[in-house]
């Protein structure tokens, strides 16, 4: 599915959103989850072909598979995060949205801070192998 596909999908639900939200707010809602979903779904997808370059770059450089792995768990937890919090603000319970916010960041906070240690054991062996 292309871009322009994506954002006629997401037009088309807001679209429906509104016309549903006069008459039954709880479908307007509905109608917003499902094309959500949707769209993360061909979001995946479109991950296949970061995977394959992520690869190759791996196969290119001599790079550590577990700071790579951090990485991409890190995208999916952004993506899935930005998802939910806007569902949840969608359906009026910002403070949900606020909360799942939080988690995230924390969660790639604790998920990242083990390779910036070793970028410190890094530096902090170079300059003691200077002096």
């Known amino acids: 599915m292309s871009v322009i596909s ?9 679209l429906v959103a509104v016309q549903l939200k006069a008459f039954c707010s709880e479908y307007a ?3 917003a989850l499902a094309a959500g979903l949707i769209i993360a779904f061909y979001t995946v997808g479109r991950l296949e072909t970061v995977t394959a370059a992520v690869e190759q770059f791996m196969d290119a450089l001599p790079v550590d598979a577990v ?3 951090t990485l991409l768990k890190m995208i ?3 993506y ?4 939910c919090a806007g569902l949840c ?7 949900i949205a606020g909360q799942i916010e939080s988690f995230g960041k924390l969660t790639v906070l604790s998920l ?3 390779a910036v240690l070793s970028l410190l054991d890094t530096v902090r062996a170079f300059l003691y192998e200077g002096l």
């Open 6 to 14: 994506v954002g006629l999908l997401g037009l088309l639900a807001v």
């Open 67 to 69: 700071y790579v792995t």
């Open 80 to 83: 899935t995060v930005q998802l």
């Open 112 to 114: 990242g801070l083990p």
């Open 29 to 31: 809602v509905y109608a």
């Open 89 to 95: 603000k969608d359906a009026g319970y910002s403070s």
């Open 76 to 78: 999916g937890i952004t």
